[in-house]
């Protein structure tokens, strides 16, 4: 997830930042504390962060267009109702066991981001969310799911994949990639698609 | 929920931690400000609760014992295995809508409590989690419930009602009682119970 943050000192500091935001918090961070952890001076990591705030929404930003890409990337030449729903809720599932610290973070910590940062990122999760809404509306209006409340279960649907990050644990009794298979399995029975 | 806190004044020092921890996190968060926002000097915030961690184990506690009396109590005298299941998970989801503030604190801090306080709430998260797998695996058993991972299927049903606090508003399209309607009809699904 994090490759596409160039130059590596930049993805370095971000990722210090997730450990210490996870570790006390974001207002129990300071941008002093990030610098000590990725090893860098204060100064260095005001040329590539302006700010904590700044340090937030990138991970912020970078969570959500990874989700993104990844649910796109799953959708891809996929045919089918059933079929579109159970790629989508594979990858979501999955996406959210192997990026739980970051995600965790940050689901924890939107409540923190400046009103601006938070628009952008409110834009990011909605274009998440009507992926998965019109994936589940798309099948009702085919006749192939049974689903009195759209709104209502593509919202369950979504909540289910996301609140992976809150649990897993790597040495835990499941894979990601379990979890992301028995999660599609569900996901089509509470459409009664399967 | 808070009524069973006595006196009057150790519940409004817990109320007054649970917006504190909400707004900055506990690690962000100083027990002068706690004792500020309860209107109270920090002598006097110390005669009830001698440290901040005693303040978040005090209101991680009344959180978990207050799920355990609402699923017990919603049990009790429901005959059936798909009554319990739904009569289970309307209360667990209705729950976490209903007290979504104090729930999503705790979630997100629960990371933070002392060794000897985390033992304690693990032990009644785990009851939680034996009343609802219990419940799934007598339906099983049965054959009232078509479910071949027992364990991963409750701890999803369990995940769909927490997560309900990260996501809830009150001035959201539906009500505590809305959700837990949807969400019992989904477990029903889930399991292939209804």
Known sequence: MWDAVTPEASRRMLAAAVDAFAERGYHGTSTRQIAAAAGMSPAALYVHYRTKADLLYRIAERVHVSVLETLSAAMQDVDGHPERIRALMY????????????????????????????????????????????????????????????DGTSRALASLAIDVCRWYRPDGPRTPDEIGALYAHLALRMLRAD
């Open 91 to 150: 990858a979501f599932a999955r996406w959210h066991a192997r990026h739980h610290h970051a995600a965790r973070v940050i689901q924890n910590e939107l409540g923190a981001l400046e009103a601006g940062h938070a628009r952008k990122i409110a834009a990011l999760r909605r274009e998440v969310r009507t992926l998965l809404r019109d994936a589940v509306r798309a099948g009702a209006a085919a006749g192939e799911f049974d689903v009195a409340d759209v």
